[in-house]
């Protein structure tokens, strides 16, 4: 079943006045607190991380994000119903209700009232490109935040095709002529003239220009109560509308003061130390455990037998033991297993096997989720794929090592979805760009769970 997903575009853009933003550490600050919320709420947090265009003078990344986003979603194989396209300068509140519910499927955006000076000069600059078409600005909305679903995606083309057909005005425009916004002038422009159905988000979902609306503090007559206006009265904090070289600092205090009300799960219980990849390159990362247990949070899979492929020290074994009913452990070192077996000594649902899974003889046991982590050259993958697929009951299928580049895995995994019609629903682990401590870069996120039930 289709799910809503959280698009956050975290790209630095290849531009020679970067000094502007003082840093780029808010990024991640923001990510850390969406991954919470649609951990919470049962979402995806997907990262865009792709541009179409190399020119991000030319194409600017706010301006990209809309030409390209139902493709990358295509690309990697992410079905979704609605999509949230969110600002990487925003934190949601931590117990932020769940937006989707308030579409009605419609585009769901953010009244934009904070600079209606800003708001009429952009709108003003940008009308002789529209044929002088005269926008409703009581209408006018922010990009910040964008609620959109499939039905959507002809206008997002129109958007396009129409900037790229005028690319040269667009860029004297933003560089020049108007100075005043990117894309958001011209989506209002595009949604307008096309008569889009628009569902306003309540205030509290859109905060921004905290500074300039002095609610960065607290009321001082009531001193016993010193939280921040913003954090008492909105649901998701924006932090633009000020001098962005000021962001990083901003962003990584608040981030300070708040970050205690993001728990994260524990991914494991073990006595014993349970290593991950920064202490062996050979495990997973702390991450791909921390989302294992995430994922599999719900009580349904309680019930269920995990067979895992190449159990190596049992790390992700373990992690396993907290999920489900039973996990069957496959491993051909037997060193490895007695390893694995002092990881797992407090729990008692894990069963090891001793065995070459590629051993003429060696039959997969039953089991309604498998981990292939077993070979890891495309051939290996792709038998074990369809051997578990041909054997077993339509299990769901996790596999790690998908943003390894020095493997074929990632490319095994692409053919055999796209062979058996799946989808991948679930991208979990360290992202894109990860450095692992021997020296590898991920080029994608660490592993995949398909064929979510």
Not at 141 to 150: R, Y
Not at 166 to 183: A, S
Not at 323 to 350: P, Y
Not at 408 to 436: M, P, Q, R
């Amino acid at each position: 079943m289709s799910k809503n997903i959280v698009v956050m575009p975290m790209i630095i853009p290849k531009d020679k006045k970067l000094d502007k933003f003082g840093g780029w550490e808010w990024m991640n600050y923001s990510k850390k607190a969406w991954q919470f919320w649609c951990d919470k709420n049962g979402y995806d947090l997907i990262i865009w991380d792709e541009p179409q265009e190399e020119d991000t003078v030319k194409y600017r990344v706010t301006v990209q994000r809309w030409f390209d986003i139902f493709d990358f979603l295509d690309r990697k194989g992410i079905d979704y119903n609605q999509v949230a396209m969110i600002d990487a300068c925003s934190f949601p509140k931590w117990d932020c209700p769940d937006f989707f519910e308030l579409t009605d499927n419609k585009l769901a955006v953010g009244l934009e009232n904070d600079n209606l000076k800003w708001v009429y000069e952009s709108v003003d600059g940008y009308k002789d490109i529209f044929d002088g078409y005269k926008l409703d600005i009581n209408k006018y909305f922010c990009t910040q935040l964008v609620i959109f679903n499939k039905s959507h995606r002809e206008l997002f083309e129109k958007f396009k095709t129409f900037y790229k057909n005028n690319i040269d005005e667009f860029v004297e425009l933003q560089t020049k002529k108007v100075i005043r916004g990117t894309c958001q002038t011209p989506m209002n422009y595009i949604m307008q003239m096309n008569n889009v159905e628009i569902k306003f988000l309540p205030k509290p979902y859109r905060l921004s220009h905290l500074y300039r609306k002095e609610i960065l503090g607290h009321n001082w007559q009531l001193d016993e109560d010193q939280t921040p206006f913003f954090v008492k009265y909105g649901y998701v904090w924006f932090f633009s509308g000020f001098d962005k070289t000021q962001r990083d600092k901003l962003m990584k205090q608040v981030w300070d003061y708040i970050k205690g009300n993001y728990a994260q799960k524990d991914y494991q219980t073990s006595p014993v130390p349970i290593e991950s990849k920064d202490t062996n390159k050979n495990a997973t990362t702390k991450k791909f455990k921390e989302d294992i247990v995430s994922v599999f949070s719900d009580p349904r899979y309680k019930d269920m037998t995990l067979l895992e492929l190449g159990s190596h020290q049992g790390n992700t074994t373990r992690t396993y033991a907290e999920c489900f009913n039973k996990v069957i452990a496959v491993e051909m070192s037997a060193e490895n297993i007695e390893i694995a077996k002092s990881k797992c000594t407090d729990v008692d649902n894990v069963e090891f096997i001793n065995a070459d899974v590629y051993m003429k003889g060696f039959k997969l046991p039953k089991a309604d989720i498998v981990h292939i982590d077993a070979g890891h050259t495309y051939g290996a993958v792709a038998y074990d794929f369809d051997r578990c697929m041909n054997e077993l009951d339509n299990p769901i299928i996790i596999l790690d090592d998908f943003g390894n580049p020095k493997q074929e895995i990632n490319s095994a995994i692409l053919d055999k979805v796209k062979e058996y019609n799946l989808t991948i629903d679930e991208f979990i682990g360290e992202d894109d760009g990860y450095i692992c401590p021997h020296g590898l870069v991920f080029n994608d996120r660490e592993g995949v769970v398909i064929n979510l039930k």
